[in-house]
């Protein structure tokens, strides 16, 4: 038979994240919640530098960048990105310079969310930092890592950008679609059933790789992205366009329909990176029924917006949900003011 993801083997690809990652029952979450069955996918664990979903997208442009003959790896992102920490200890492992470019992404942020966290073990891992003062300019970073990239070009360097910006061959996504399939390997092998995959959509790499991975290879399981950075009609599109991007980086049919992209917003507010109420539940909840840690930025809102689909019933009581945990734990401590607030007027 043909496979359906055409002749994927082309594409380089450096061993970094450490797989398959555990696919776990939340047996004390459901049944505190009284909703449906949940489970976890344990992509936190992919073992670089604190793991996450970064490091199983980075396998695909490291392997690209090696292909290459890079020296010099180039990424941007927020302040507390866990993509650029994780692009920073696969260069550092793979033995290249890596230069990263923070974004002012997040209003009114403290000492504590530059120094620690994320920003702490990015200096660690000895990449270069720079600022850009607007996280909302995504055209402008790109524009302005060009130019770092272009001065390093002048020094003799070989520069690699790693694009997260849409329009560019989607590289990172192909880590999803291997996830995709060894979510489906792990439950044939259990004879588990799940019903509906909860998963972060932010540059919507995971989204729509996970996504497209299912479909081509025939599983109909559904998929809802809890929209972390854009609201629901930004982002729906942008997933939409994701998945084109990946068949015709593939070489195969676009096997995602328009009704295949489901998205809600409803844990996004105030806005990326910013703490609201039912986020911080949601971490609370899962630390304290099962000592799982989940992020501010990310995993927080996500099983926000899952609790939020089980207290609106939109589950059957018998039903089988997937939560991706995605990772982002090191940017818990640049959260620490906001955090302990919280948690110590209980
Ligand atoms: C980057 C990130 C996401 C979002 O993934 P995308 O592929 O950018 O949509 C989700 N969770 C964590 C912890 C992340 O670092």
Not at 79 to 90: L, P, Y
Not at 277 to 290: K, S
Not at 309 to 327: C, E, K, M, P, Q
């Amino acid at each position: 038979m043909e496979n359906p993801l055409g002749s994927f083997d082309q594409f380089p690809r450096a061993a970094l994240a450490v797989t398959p990652t555990p696919l776990e029952a939340m047996p004390n979450l459901s049944k505190k919640l009284g909703g449906p069955q949940l489970h976890v996918k344990r992509d936190d664990l992919t073992g670089l530098a604190f793991g996450g979903n970064k490091a199983r997208q980075l396998e695909f442009y490291m392997g690209d960048a090696i292909a290459k003959k890079a020296d010099v790896i180039l990424i941007t992102g927020a302040v507390q990105s866990n993509f650029v920490r994780t692009a920073a200890a696969a260069a550092a492992k793979i033995g290249l310079a890596c230069h990263v470019q923070l974004e002012e992404r997040v209003p009114d942020v403290d000492a504590t969310h530059r120094m620690s966290g994320n920003v702490l073990l990015d200096k660690l891992l000895g990449a270069h930092l720079y600022s850009y003062p607007d996280g909302e300019d995504e055209a402008g970073a790109d524009r302005h890592i060009g130019e770092i990239a272009e001065d390093l070009r002048a020094s003799g360097k070989t520069p690699y950008i790693i694009p997260l910006s849409p329009g560019h061959p989607p590289l990172g996504a192909l880590g999803y679609v291997v996830a995709a399939q060894e979510i489906l390997d792990q439950l044939n092998a259990s004879g588990q059933v799940i019903d509906e995959i909860v998963v972060a959509s932010g540059s919507t790499s995971t989204h729509a790789g996970l996504l497209f991975g299912l479909r081509a290879l025939g599983s109909s399981i559904p998929v809802i992205g809890v929209c972390v950075r854009r609201t629901s009609a930004q982002q729906a599109p942008r997933v939409r366009a994701r998945c084109t991007e990946i068949s015709a980086l593939l070489g195969t049919p676009d096997y995602v329909g328009a009704d295949d992209v489901v998205v809600t917003d409803v844990a996004l507010a105030p806005g990326y990176g910013q703490l609201n109420a039912m986020t911080i539940e949601a971490m609370q909840l899962a630390a304290r029924t099962e000592g799982l840690i989940l992020d501010p930025v990310y995993t927080g809102k996500v099983m926000a917006g899952l609790i939020d689909r089980v207290r609106s019933h939109s589950y059957r009581a018998d039903a089988n949900v997937l939560f991706i945990h995605t990772g982002g734990q090191p940017a818990l401590f640049a959260y620490e003011a906001l955090l302990s607030k919280a948690l110590d007027a209980e």
